[in-house]
């Protein structure tokens, strides 16, 4: 079995019992807080937010970068292992070709991406069922942290994301967040819906937190990334605004580059 070595922090018991405390923790304290807790801040809150309360996805931009992460947990010092399923081979059984044809500010890219059921059965199926609504027709990626991921998801029209927001089940963990790889974000177990993460950069820590990869780009396209993270934290829109304003608070942010349309090519 196939294992990738992680930082696990001491306390697990204390996670469980103070999780509010462990999410509003300063991040230039010692390394105190559970792995687990550590991709909470990390991806989760910062990722798909459909299934939590206002008051939890409004932590969302509150996150740790991912350097902050990786230097104070290597500080721990403490190592542990979880496995993950060897599924690796590019042959690997039913493939999809999509092409993503992107807007920068009226200049017009495109890239194509390969995607896997075997990686991600669930997340295969229903990505395909979403482009075939034209789902993400005009979608911003409007989160974009170099060395970590980029983010798209949420539609232009509130109501359009509302009634695509109920959650699929998760996938075995069978395909690393290696660079490129396009990955469904996540708020917890069973609630990936719309929003999807573009790993810039071979993010193992990831890996059997609910992360399943469903398919790879060909190539890194450009994507405009001047606005970072989210508000408060950083200088992009805030993911809740963008959620119930749509495209009234999309519009305050024109550097965004745009999925103009996903379409199926083979």
Known sequence: MRTHSIV?????????????????????????????????????????????????????????????????????????????????????????????????????????????????????QHFLDTVSTSYYTNCPIFRVIPGFVAQFGLNPDPSITASNSKPIKDDPKNRSNSRLTLTYATAGPNTRTTQIFINLADNAFLDGQGFTPFGELDALPEIYGGYGEGAPRGKGPNQIDLKVKGEAAMANFPKMTRIKRIEVVE
């Open 8 to 124: 696990i922090a001491a306390a697990l018991a204390a996670v469980s019992s103070s999780i509010t405390h462990a999410f509003t923790l300063n991040i230039n304290q010692p390394a105190k807080r559970t792995y687990a807790a550590r991709i909470q801040l990390e991806s989760r809150r910062s990722g798909n937010d459909d299934s939590a309360s206002d008051s939890l996805t409004h932590l969302q931009s509150s996150i740790i970068s991912r350097s902050t992460f990786l230097a104070t947990a290597a500080s721990a010092s403490l190592f542990t292992t979880l496995p993950i399923s060897p599924a690796f081979a590019e042959n690997d059984g039913e493939t999809t070709k999509v092409k993503f044809v992107l807007d920068n500010e009226g200049v017009e890219s495109a890239v194509t991406a390969t995607l896997h059921k075997s990686w991600s059965p669930i997340g295969y």
